[in-house]
């Protein structure tokens, strides 16, 4: 098979069909090439056409050259077909010449010649459009019907009529039409497969196949040979006719061991072998006259032929579906697996369940324990169990998809994060078929935003040791002041003793405040430090009001030394959020601070602040600082935000950057915005749900 | 006593009760402002920093209004710039809290002393300014030139007219001031803040 198909000269072709190439590059040595495989082809095709031809009977059994010019046809683009006819025709010539044809016959066979090849490759062209395979039924049935059938069948009339027109040979116009259409539909059928299944891929087919692929290819080979040859010569005329279909089995063992290029192969040593021994006057066709046994050869090889390229093609598709299949789900099962994915199904109907493999190691499920929503909840942690089973049996009530995020328990204490999305499928009754769904396990991920959230929480806390750095002066004015009244109570107690008239009612008072005075002290402190400590990161129900009033507490003495005036508008009833309060009130610091600071170049008399809070419509809190300073870069007011960005000829240009992180964490949005004479920071915050119970750690 | 925060106000309230001193506190400068104007000796324990007019501020402000309120600042945190501010504008001192109830004790008797002290110069300036304005004009006139140390003559030439009527405004200018001799009449312009007259023709003086 190799061997014909090297001989043929086409090996060149193999790679052809794989890359569309452009037209200029067919216009290169690769056009040479094909015109030269054409003109050989065709002319070897004429000499073994010769060879196949019944004597004393005129015509060919087997007509290769048409066949040759169709393959070579269907092989290359419609651009280039003018080059493969003109190839051919030299070889036509060449082939003619040799017999004692008149040269007007030789020219117009050679027409009816191309019209049949046109016909067939025109029709299969127009009809599939990606490049001609035998592998899928389609293609073969249209291959069979236009190229193989219609072709011959047309283009026969013409070769007739030529005949008939020339006064060449003695016979009829529909004898010769009817030995030339079945010559050549033979051919079609034989060849053509042949030549576009190997020359397409074959050859690097045969390079890639195993060895043991090999080995069979080779027995077949040799068996078919065998076979074909028990049957063809060793037979006598009068062997039962029954005994044609030995070769049978051999060819469907081609077709469906190796597709259509067995298929084909396997048919032409068939034909190859059927019409030699005939030729020679062995086997069951050499028994009535030539064109007796012409035909007979002919139907019975077209008989063959036929289911058996048709077989090939189905086995292909189905092998091919099979694959994609195949390659479909180790895509989808490999990224379920490095998705994390678990895929799961319980059918309520049929009693089954089913979950992939990765998801029972994950839920500690035996591998065929039964599936069921109570085994499910049995793995959820504890805590989560109650909200777990309610999303669940929400879907199941409104017939609606779940997700929910929840904790796995496992045996050993370790606990894993899965996202859960499923929903019950119905039945046509309505009934409840099945449920589906997919869990995530997202353990890594909620594990990396931990270590996220620590790293930021460092970073919020050097922010508020230098924000502290920074009120240093403030801070000591305000704790002087509890000092000064204690220092002058103690005085004013000293001074009284030693006047010896102590009044015991204003001693009571005196020593009172004292003690205020000293908690006062202590709460300062306390709070300096609460702010400055490392924060465990718990959030709780906050009030933002409460927070602007601490807040406002702690910056008393800067804004007092600052000249500026801070007015409130703080919402009564304002709900709580759920927040960390050491980080509000850091960002609400850090908000004040730059306001003050954009106001360093106001005049006294205008510098005001002015923080209000509101209640939002889509339940959230919104907090506003507004200043009358500098405002915000005119180009872009975002700017701020970014690292590093800083008027401030010291500042390090984290601290807006901090807040919008911080403000982002707690679920909310952080705005700037350039207003009147100044500039309008604006946050908002998710008010707490009421039913939110879940601890965020 | 003015300052913002209610604890130190009630503390040093009783620091200088315990010391002996009538204390008034306000929450505020523009409280302060507000009390009617008290004429006795005052001291002013001011903080720097209050919402609204702070110390410096006030202090710029009682000396426009020409009280003889002697200040004593405390501060929170007390910084240089400030600091010399407010003595140069005439503070007594300047105490960052917690300060020693001594030095604050005796910040507030240097400034009573002071006031004290103003207060009696503010009265003797009365006292003859009220004598000077019982003068008319040309007395008021001749006074400028005597106290310049001219003679009758002198002025007499100055004023165009005779010496005889110029010995006349000075005996009258005499009696009005209560005075027998010109020391004592110049001691008495001098109170009163009357300077000497301008002259234009120096040559003649001697």
Not at chain 1, 637 to 653: E, I, L, Q, R, W
């Given at each position: 098979m190799k061997t014909l198909a090297t001989a043929l000269g086409l090996t060149g072709l193999d790679s052809r069909s794989k890359t569309q190439r452009t037209d200029a590059q067919f216009f290169e040595w690769r056009v040479v090439g094909i015109a030269l495989c054409v003109f050989v082809g065709y002319y070897l095709g004429a000499k073994i056409g010769f060879a196949l031809t019944l004597r004393p009977h005129p015509v060919s059994v087997l007509w290769p050259p048409n066949s040759i010019l169709l393959a070579a046809l269907l092989l290359t683009p419609v651009r280039v077909w003018w080059v493969i006819l003109l190839a051919a025709f030299p070889a036509h010539l060449a082939a003619q010449l040799q017999s004692n044809v008149p040269p007007a016959m030789i020219l117009c066979w050679f027409i009816s010649n191309s019209c049949e090849a046109l016909i067939g490759a025109g029709c299969v062209r127009f009809l599939i459009d990606r490049p001609v395979r035998f592998d899928r039924l389609g293609n073969v049935g249209i291959f069979i019907f236009f190229a193989a059938f219609l072709g011959p069948f047309l283009s026969s009339f013409v070769d007739a009529a030529f005949v008939a027109i020339n006064h060449f040979g003695g016979d009829s116009y529909w004898r010769v039409w009817r030995i030339r259409f079945t010559s050549n539909i033979l051919a079609a059928l034989t060849l053509v497969p042949l030549i576009v299944t190997w020359v397409a891929d074959g050859i690097a087919w045969l390079w890639k196949i195993r060895q043991a692929r090999f080995l069979e290819a080779a027995l077949l080979l040799i068996a078919l040979l065998s076979v074909n040859t028990i049957v063809f010569y060793k037979l006598g005329p009068s062997a039962d006719s029954a005994l044609l279909c030995l070769p049978v089995p051999f060819l469907i063992w081609a077709a469906v061991r190796f597709g259509s290029r067995g298929a084909s192969a396997a048919i032409c040593t068939l034909t190859f072998l059927a019409i030699w021994s005939a030729g020679h006057g062995y086997g069951p066709f050499s028994t009535r006259s030539a064109e007796e046994n012409a035909l007979s050869i002919q139907m019975f090889l077209i008989v063959m032929s036929v289911p058996l390229l048709l077989l090939a093609a189905v086995i292909e598709e189905r092998g091919k579906g099979a694959m994609t299949l195949r390659e479909r789900e180790d895509r989808i099962s490999l990224a379920a697996e490095s998705a994390n994915l678990v895929f799961w199904s319980i059918n309520f109907e049929r009693k089954e369940s089913w979950m992939s493999d990765k998801g029972r190691a994950i839920f500690n499920f035996g591998p065929d324990e039964p599936l069921s929503r109570e085994l499910f909840l049995s793995r959820v942690h504890p805590e989560d169990r109650d909200a777990v089973d309610e999303a669940i049996e929400h879907a199941r009530a409104e017939s609606q998809t779940f997700e929910i995020e929840y904790r796995l328990l496992r045996p050993d204490g370790d606990i894993r994060w899965l996202i859960s999305r499923g929903r019950y499928v119905r039945n046509d009754r309505g009934g409840i078929r099945e449920l589906i769904g997919v869990a995530i396990d997202i353990t890594a991920q909620v594990e990396a935003d931990l270590q996220l959230g620590l790293q930021r929480e460092e970073m919020a806390r050097m922010s508020r040791v230098s924000s502290m750095g920074e009120l240093t002066a403030s801070l000591a004015h305000e704790l002087n002041q509890p000092l000064t009244a204690i220092a002058s109570n103690a005085a004013a107690g000293r001074r009284l003793l030693a006047q010896g008239s102590p009044d015991p009612k204003m001693f009571k008072e005196l020593l009172a405040d004292v003690a205020t005075d000293a908690r006062r002290a202590g709460d300062i402190i306390h709070g300096i430090h609460h702010f400055v400590r490392k924060g465990e990161g718990t959030r709780c129900r906050v009030n933002l009001n409460e927070i602007v009033r601490e807040v406002l507490r702690l910056l008393h003495s800067d804004l007092l030394g600052r000249g500026t005036a801070v007015e409130t508008e703080l919402a009564p009833n304002l709900p709580s959020v759920d927040a960390d309060p050491v980080q509000l009130q850091q960002v609400l610091l850090n908000l004040l601070m730059n306001s003050l600071e954009a106001m360093n170049d106001t005049s006294a008399a205008s510098r005001r602040v002015v923080i209000s809070t509101t209640c939002q419509p889509n339940s959230s809190v919104a907090v506003s600082v507004r200043d009358y300073g500098s405002g915000l870069p005119a180009d872009d007011?975002?700017?701020?935000?970014?690292?590093?960005?800083?008027?401030?000829?010291?500042?390090?240009?984290m601290g807006l950057t901090i807040v919008r992180s911080i403000v982002e964490a707690h679920g909310g949005k952080l705005r700037a915005e350039n207003v009147d004479e100044g500039a309008r920071f604006f946050f908002t915050l998710p008010v707490t749900r009421k039913s939110e119970t879940r601890e965020v750690a | 006593m003015v300052d913002d925060d209610q604890s130190v106000r009630r503390g040093l309230g009783r620091l200088f009760k315990s010391a002996g001193y009538a204390a008034e506190t306000f929450a505020s400068a523009e409280d302060y402002l507000a009390r009617e104007i008290f004429e006795g000796p005052i001291c002013l324990v001011l903080d720097v920093r209050m919402p609204g007019l702070n110390g410096l501020g006030l202090q710029e402000t009682l000396e426009k209004r020409g009280a003889c309120e002697q200040i004593v600042f405390i501060t929170g945190h007390g910084d240089v710039s400030t600091a010399t501010q407010a003595m140069k504008s005439g503070a007594i001192d300047f105490l960052t809290k917690p300060f020693d109830d001594v030095e604050l004790i005796e910040a507030v008797k240097l400034a009573f002393e002071r006031a004290k002290e103003q207060l009696h110069k503010r009265g003797e300036r009365r006292e003859a300014r009220g004598r000077i304005e019982k003068l008319t004009p040309r007395e008021f006139e001749v006074l400028r030139f005597v106290i310049m140390g001219l003679l009758n003559k002198q002025i007499a030439a100055e004023l165009h007219t005779a010496e005889k009527t110029i010995k006349v405004h000075r005996g009258r200018v005499m009696q009005k001031l209560r005075v027998t001799s010109v020391p004592d009449l110049v001691r008495v312009s001098q109170r009163a803040g009357v300077s000497p007259a301008h002259n234009p023709h120096k040559t003649k003086i001697n």
């Open positions: 007011a975002d700017k701020v935000f970014t690292h590093f960005y800083s008027t401030k000829p010291n500042g390090m240009g | -």
